[in-house]
């Protein structure tokens, strides 16, 4: 009889142990099929992760909810496929960051082309926090590549092979060497082996050379950029249908899990 109710209470405890960190995501998932499969997916795939690992997963499409009392409640902030259009969003969430606030961005969170609808037009953004400036090119289609850890010691990688074949991917190609910034610790970039990346149809689709990083974190920053963020959509017959996805890949997702455990355990 005593045993049972040890375990009872125990197992009453876990229930109500509080979330150690709690996330809000934010997301447009109206432009791209391919970047709308990935916020559906990832809005799937975290609260799984959540409940395995004792954090709090939110989204919201709402970017008004980009405030400062809305934030004062969440230790990181994801943005899946966009960033904050308006100035008073972009100031709280600089505000948020400044104050020591956590952040992740995927894939076209980072995305800025002038002339485009997505112009570079927020510098402290682009420049500074994400370092990389405007979006110069991409592969074609998207496929999976070898990355190679470039720091086997920082909390995002230690736990990662040398190298691992990513998920399917659209890789980004960006303005700035982030090589040169002393303030960015680049964790991941694409392995030699894996060129020639992409398969065109326009040969500029095609990489054969070239340094291309694509995970990483400022150092005065709690924060993080991912590159993937691109599923594979059945364009060339029209049917939209989703070809490939950024998660189940085993090791891709230790390091996005890795990264969220290293940026929620930082308290502002």
């Known amino acids: 009889m005593l045993c049972s109710c040890l375990c009872f209470i125990a197992n009453g405890h876990a229930q109500t142990k509080p979330s150690l960190f709690k996330i809000i995501a934010f997301y447009t998932a109206k432009n791209d099929h391919a970047h709308i499969s990935f ?5 799937r795939w975290f609260p799984q992760m959540a409940k395995l690992y004792n954090f709090s997963y939110d989204s919201t499409n709402n970017w008004n909810n980009l405030n400062e009392e809305f934030l004062t409640d969440y230790n990181v902030v994801i943005f899946l496929d966009a960033r904050p ?6 100031e709280a969430f600089r505000k948020y960051m400044d104050a020591g606030g956590a952040f992740i961005g995927f894939h076209f969170a980072a995305f800025a082309l002038t002339p485009s609808v997505f112009p570079q037009n927020w510098d402290w953004y682009h ?11 991409n592969t074609w ?8 850890v470039e720091d086997s010691t920082h909390p995002v990688t230690k736990n990662l092979p040398l190298t691992f074949r990513s998920s399917p991917n659209e890789w980004y190609r960006w303005e700035k060497d982030i090589r040169l910034n002393p303030d960015i610790k680049i964790l991941l ?25 694509v995970v990483w974190t400022h150092k005065k920053y709690k924060m993080l950029y991912i590159n993937m963020g691109h599923n594979d959509i059945d364009y ?17 997702d230790k390091m996005i899990i890795d990264g969220l455990i290293w940026l929620g355990a930082h308290k502002k």
Do not use: C, M
């Open 39 to 43: 916020v559906h997916e990832a809005n």
């Open 85 to 90: 259009e308006s100035r008073t969003q972009r």
């Open 127 to 137: 420049n500074t926090l994400i370092g990389a400036g405007q979006y110069k090119s």
């Open 141 to 148: 289609r998207p496929t999976s590549a070898i990355l190679r």
């Open 189 to 213: 970039s694409i392995d030699p082996k894996s060129f020639p990346l992409g398969n065109g149809p326009k040969q500029s689709e095609i990489w054969h050379s070239g340094y291309y990083p």
């Open 236 to 252: 060339d017959n029209n049917t939209n249908k989703e070809l490939s996805f950024q998660f189940g890949n085993d090791i891709q």
